[in-house]
């Protein structure tokens, strides 16, 4: 496993990131338990969920299994690097979501008493909250950052000039601020290379892609089907993106082929050539796919290649960052 500190922190983490938001609902405990397992013993120490994971109003269901997992012992807790997140809906009531004071102090220790841990290792804002200002927010940091309970913040779904915002009442503050920004990032999604990444790469920010794979469009979909296999791509957002994008993911699949690596190690490998990027967050299903995720790790493209997927996925305007993308 390689590893990389995350953004300007001296904290080392894995340059995959395992992505919990199947267990529970499309993976049960066992073979949750078993994923991480897994994880670990490929070197895997980033693990990333949220409360609101489980998909089961005010359970925190994903956080329960891996509170569960952790509380096997086994040295467990001590390597693993575990992100959550703070925001979503957590009940009916009016101050059981958002990024109140009263709200992130509180959602931070149910979360606490889910995992079955003292410390949230990064406690990421999972979307923007523009009703909250930010010295209520880092006031709730600072206060929970002092009480040890979490260590860092990261930010998620933020656009560039959020975090920009962020970052200067944090320093008013003299307070670290974000460390990380979780984005949508991957071949078919390149927005956030307009004013985010810049932003991530200008505050020191690492960034974590989400959905690097595009739902499973960019895993193989086509030879996956043509095999008669059940593809992820083909259900959801996915389904709409293959209509609309089917010769590219075609000319994509044969790319690989002539490459010799599977689509989704190609994906991933992408990825991590990007600058500002920290580690995918890959989100198997089995301990199999998991296994198959680590090849992504192996894939060196070279200048031609890279070229060519510009080709097939054109970064947005000019590409790079704004405002070079768009104006001369």
Sequence with gaps: MEYTNLGRTGLSVSRLCLGTMNFGPQTDEPDSFAIMDRALEHGINFFDTANVYGWKLGEGVTERIIGRWLAQGGGRRDKVVLA???YGKMGDWPNEQGLSAR????????????????????????HISRATPWEE?????????????????GSSNFAGWHISVAQEAAGRRNFLGLVSEQCIYNLLTRHVELEVV?????????????????????????????????????TGRAADALAEHRPTIEAYEKLCADLGH??????????????????PIIGPRTVEQLDRSLGALDVALDDATL???DELFPPVGNGGPGPEAWAW
């Design 84 to 86: 959550t997140k703070v």
């Design 307 to 309: 070229t060519r997927l």
């Design 137 to 153: 927010i880092w006031q709730a940091m600072e206060t929970l950052v002092a009480q040890g309970k979490v260590v860092y913040v």
């Design 262 to 279: 599977d689509p989704a190690d190609v994906a991933l490998g992408w990825l991590l050539t990007r600058p500002g990027v920290t580690a």
């Design 103 to 126: 709200h992130i102090i509180r959602a931070c220790e149910d979360s606490l008493r889910r995992l079955q841990t003292d410390t949230i290792d990064l406690y990421q804002m999972h």
């Design 198 to 234: 810049p932003a991530a790469q200008h505050h020191g920010l690492g960034i974590i892609p989400w959905s690097p794979l595009h739902g499973g469009l960019l895993a193989g979909v086509l030879r996956k089907m043509a095999e008669g296999g059940a593809a992820r791509g083909t």
